[in-house]
């Protein structure tokens, strides 16, 4: 994963906003923060190819060769994985059991000579499980008879499933308690200092100061303002959300 970046050049949101380049190195958690409706969801669905931009171009770089992506399945195929923000529309699958939720977007991890072995399907949830601490007494119980938290783990072990370089994690923690919040910032704390990219857009303040290294404040769907370190802090995020001076 170490040599695995994700590039971003002259992006534009919106026909005439001033466009965007950054890079977005391995092992790094940069923040996405804004007034709701300012560009930074708008910014992370263009990074998944799921939103196509006005202009610019998003591209996964290994080993110093740059991959262009057009759509979804690209940004698939060349190791980003998406959790999106609302879990009940765009993430589960209500009518189906917790283990096909996760198992859904791996189906051939799980076949030989083209049947599911469901001895597999279960060893490779349980390393998940553990890792995430995901509460389920029934692996073939719809989904919907667990926490919201616990819904929200196994979203994250399916997109882990498939072995990403990159993951794009919209507001991860909405609607999650204390306890599921914590052991979330550690599994993303630990993906990357295995040197995984992570881009977290979150509604949270505080939320973002806690986990990201490094911070991109949107407004008119513009970057108002690029922060790290120090100048990371309340006052400024809000400033910047506001179109002042940072």
Same mark, same amino acid.
């Given at each position: ?120 399907? $279960?060893?490779?949830?349980? /390393?998940? @499980?553990?890792? #995430? ?5 029934? &692996?073939? +119980?719809?989904?919907? %008879? ?27 923690? $909405?609607?999650?308690?204390? /306890?599921? @919040?914590?052991? #979330? ?5 630990? &993906?990357? +200092?295995?040197?995984? %990219? ?46 002042? +001076?940072?």
């Amino acid at each position: 994963m170490s040599d695995v970046r994700l590039t971003i050049d002259n992006l534009e949101l919106k026909a005439g906003a001033r466009p965007i380049s950054q890079t977005i190195a391995a092992g790094e958690i940069v923040g996405l923060a804004g007034l709701d409706g300012h560009g930074q969801q708008t910014f992370l669905e263009a990074l998944a190819g799921l939103v196509a931009p006005a202009s610019g171009q998003v591209s996964v770089m290994r080993q110093g060769q740059g991959r262009p992506l057009q759509d979804f399945r690209q940004a698939v195929a060349n190791g980003i994985a998406y959790l999106p923000r609302d879990r009940r529309a765009t993430g589960i699958f209500p009518s189906m059991s917790v283990l096909d939720n996760f198992a859904i977007a791996t189906v051939w991890k799980d076949t030989t000579a083209g049947l599911i072995t469901a001895a597999r399907r $279960r060893e490779r949830f349980e /390393a998940y @499980r553990q890792k #995430l601490s995901i509460k389920v007494p029934d &692996l073939d +119980a719809s989904i919907t %008879t667990l926490s919201g938290g616990n819904q929200q783990k196994v979203l994250l072990a399916r997109a882990l499933a498939l072995g990403p370089n990159i993951l794009l994690l919209n507001d991860p923690t $909405r609607g999650v308690d204390v /306890a599921t @919040r914590h052991v #979330l910032y550690g599994v993303f704390r630990e &993906l990357a +200092a295995d040197g995984m %990219t992570l881009v977290i857009l979150s509604s949270e303040i505080e939320e973002i100061l806690v986990l990201c290294g490094r911070l991109l404040v949107f407004r008119d769907n513009e970057i108002s303002a690029e922060m790290a370190g120090a100048e990371m802090t309340a006052e400024n995020v809000i400033s910047a959300m506001f179109g002042k +001076a940072v």
